[in-house]
């Protein structure tokens, strides 16, 4: 079974075209050497993909006929992905969670709740706009 095809059966990749651009990338690796996308993968070899800058490390155990529900990815593959590389992922997903630029893009919800609140609160913003209705 091609490379492509099989991260894309065991939901590494949403789609195929994904899974070839990822090849042909150089981000997946079959024992240590990058492949391109039509390499056929036997069990017993060991995959690294590269995805969200996190490397995972897997090995083929069978080829699956067609694409697999989540439930049994399992069967066709051992995850021995690093733990620290698993680390990664979950700072990652914290610093999005906080990180935006000022000034960049519309307030969110909240930065417009803060401004509201501010704006309700101040004494200066109302002594102005009693100053203009004289």
Known sequence: MRVDKYLWCIRYFKTRSIA???CK???VKV????????R?????????VRKNQVV?????LDL??????????????K???PKENLEKLDLLKYSKDYYRKKGTGRPTK??????????????????ISDGEEE
């Open 25 to 27: 990338k150089g981000q």
């Open 110 to 127: 909240k930065d417009r709740r803060d401004i509201d609140e501010i704006y309700e609160n101040d004494d200066f913003f109302t002594d």
């Open 64 to 77: 699956p006929t067609s694409r697999l529900g989540a439930k049994l990815v399992d069967i066709y593959r």
């Open 20 to 22: 070839t651009n990822a």
């Open 40 to 48: 056929d993968v036997y069990p017993t070899d060991t995959i690294s």
């Open 56 to 60: 995972y490390m897997l090995e083929v």
């Open 79 to 81: 995850d021995t992905t």
């Open 31 to 38: 024992n240590d050497k990058v492949v391109k996308p039509s």
